[in-house]
């Protein structure tokens, strides 16, 4: 008779893949890595931290409406710091960009982030043009327009929609 | 800030060859290099004791 052997577990399997994954001493870690230790890194962490603050107003915007942040008060302030933010994201995103290309910060397996990051940046463009068009003024009919003559012309949208 | 600057009136445009950019683009763009430059150039503050030698790699 062979030895007794527990009975194959998906309970125990999944703890093995998770603890070999993510190991209890890498969890809340004591020590940062060393490229933590960079203003170029830090500007990472302020686009990230834009971005929140651009998704939290962006959201409470598109439920509200138009007519809530073009008239009321409270409605400017979320306008305007949906509006800052953007900006600050984008100034953050450029710095943070230039570094990581220059260092070749794909290198050390974190091909994944650099890939994140540059996902990140080309979302960001067409996203961009979104928020010019919630100005609903004449330049957000001229800048929409212009927009879509830029997809059309690259081949990512279909020219019979304008 | 609209009452630091005329923002009822156009934007005053540079013009480079066939390059033509809004004075506030511009100092945006200025900004940023002076602001990548100074990201590079000053030191990062470490904490006493410690080095700056951690448990990852330096890219």
Same mark, same amino acid.
């Given at each position: 008779m062979s030895a007794t052997q527990p009975p194959p577990s998906w309970t125990l399997r999944l703890r093995e893949r998770a603890v070999e994954a993510l190991p209890p001493e890498k969890l809340l870690a004591d020590k940062q890595p %060393?490229? #933590?230790?960079s203003w170029i890194y830090v500007f990472g962490v302020l686009t990230l931290s834009a971005l929140a603050v651009i998704i939290l107003s962006g959201t409470i915007l598109a439920l509200k409406g138009p007519a809530w942040w073009h008239v009321t008060g409270v409605g400017h302030f979320f306008n305007s710091m949906h509006l800052w933010s953007v900006e600050l994201f984008f100034f953050f995103m450029v710095i943070h960009l230039w570094g990581k290309y220059w260092m070749a910060a794909w290198r050390g397996g974190r091909a994944r982030v650099w890939v994140t990051g540059a996902v990140t940046f080309l979302v960001a463009i067409p996203c961009a043009l979104t928020g010019y068009v919630s100005q609903q003024n004449f330049d957000a009919q001229w800048i929409s327009t212009q927009a879509k003559d830029a997809m059309n012309q690259s081949g990512s949208a279909p020219s019979s929609t304008f | 800030m609209a009452a630091v600057f005329n923002l009822n009136r156009h934007a005053t445009y540079v013009h480079w060859h066939f390059i033509e950019l809004s004075l506030p683009n511009v100092l945006v763009i200025v900004a940023m290099l002076v602001v990548f430059a100074l990201a590079i150039l000053l030191p990062f503050p470490h904490p006493?004791? #410690? &080095? &700056? %030698? &951690?448990t990852g790699e330096q890219p």
């Open positions: %060393s490229y #933590v230790a | 006493r004791g #410690v &080095g &700056g %030698s &951690g």
